[in-house]
């Protein structure tokens, strides 16, 4: 589902939510007032099966709110584009909808209707990612409570529709991990036959090299649910042409988003700490170039309570 404002600035930035977000969020609605402010128009993404108490709508599509639903994109996006066909589409994703918007990114290459894109803490690795919640007793509690908040959701959205028949009942139940409440869950209403081949097709690793568009990406080294693997992004520099994605990390959360300014070809961050790295190699850690600017000129710290109006319209995604 999609919510939007009807005016036409000519630009617009679709904000994909992460698993816990939906739209009326105060965060969410706060970032869409500042966009606003900036002469962007604003569409914000809330997934399938969202509660109807949370947006408004209840989405009866029998899918489930995942990273498989980067698929999605394309028909939100011709959707958008219909509407507004000249309008020059940008994106941010947070966690989930960041992976999801990196894997669109990569599999459609230059195909991608969106001319830049910033991705916050997403999954750059699904299966390492996957591992890794089982690596330690830390990570084991943290995908408990994960799987318990999952079990809440699933009951909240699919208890009643034709969708939780499909649903492997008994193993969702007595699930204990994510993996397990995905492989009960998502692997049949997605068509996956396992888990582990859902997390290999919904992985944006394989596909980071072939990203076409000014991209950003954003982490910090202490999040606890989302590891930044540096490896990846020595991979991407080790590419002789220049890469068009340009990640930024930090060493902890409690930083503010960098405030950029636009220039041809580089974004200058002057909040940034001294130890965030470029994928661009032999690049100063206080600039980071890309081809081209990416629309998101404010830090974070602006991301306070705003009276943005809601939003009014919106989209039904395909079965």
Not at 138 to 145: A, E, F, Q, V
Not at 184 to 199: F, I, Q, R, S, T
Not at 304 to 318: D, I, N, R, T
Request: neutral net charge.
């Amino acid at each position: 589902m999609v919510r939007y404002q009807a005016e036409d600035f000519g630009r617009l930035v679709l904000v994909l939510l992460g698993f816990t977000q939906h739209s009326k969020m105060r965060m969410i609605q706060s970032l869409m007032a500042q966009f606003r402010e900036e002469g962007f128009q604003v569409v914000a993404l809330n997934q399938r099966c969202e509660t109807a108490e949370e947006t408004g709508h209840k989405i009866t599509a029998p899918k489930v709110t995942c990273l498989d639903n980067f698929r999605d994109l394309m028909e939100i996006t011709q959707h958008i584009l219909a509407r507004h066909p000249q309008v020059e589409l940008s994106a941010v994703g947070f966690s989930m909808g960041g992976t999801q918007l990196l894997r669109h990114l990569g599999s459609q290459g230059a195909k991608t209707p969106f001319r830049s894109a910033v991705a916050i803490a997403p999954h750059l690795d699904v299966p390492s990612w996957a591992r890794s919640l089982s690596s330690s007793r830390g990570k084991r509690i943290l995908s408990y409570l994960m799987s318990q908040l999952c079990k809440q959701y699933i009951k909240a959205t699919l208890e009643g529709t034709k969708a939780m028949d499909l649903v492997d009942s008994a193993s969702l139940k007595s699930a204990g991990s994510l993996q397990e409440v995905e492989q009960a869950v998502v692997c049949p209403l997605h068509g996956y036959a396992a888990v582990d081949e859902y997390y290999a097709a919904v992985s944006p690793h394989a596909f980071l090299g072939q990203i076409a568009v000014p991209t950003l990406i954003l982490h910090t080294e202490d999040d606890p649910w989302v590891p930044f693997d540096s490896s990846i992004i020595k991979q991407l520099q080790s590419k002789e042409e220049e890469p068009a994605v340009v990640v930024v990390r930090t060493p902890t959360s409690q930083v503010s988003i960098p405030l950029w300014k636009k220039t041809p070809r580089t974004l200058s961050f002057s909040r940034l700490p001294l130890s965030a790295e470029a994928t661009s190699a032999g690049e100063a850690p206080t600039q980071a170039r890309v081809p081209g600017p990416i629309p998101w000129q404010r830090s974070s710290s602006r991301l306070l309570p705003a009276s943005g109006e809601q939003c009014k319209a919106h989209w039904q995604p395909s079965s």
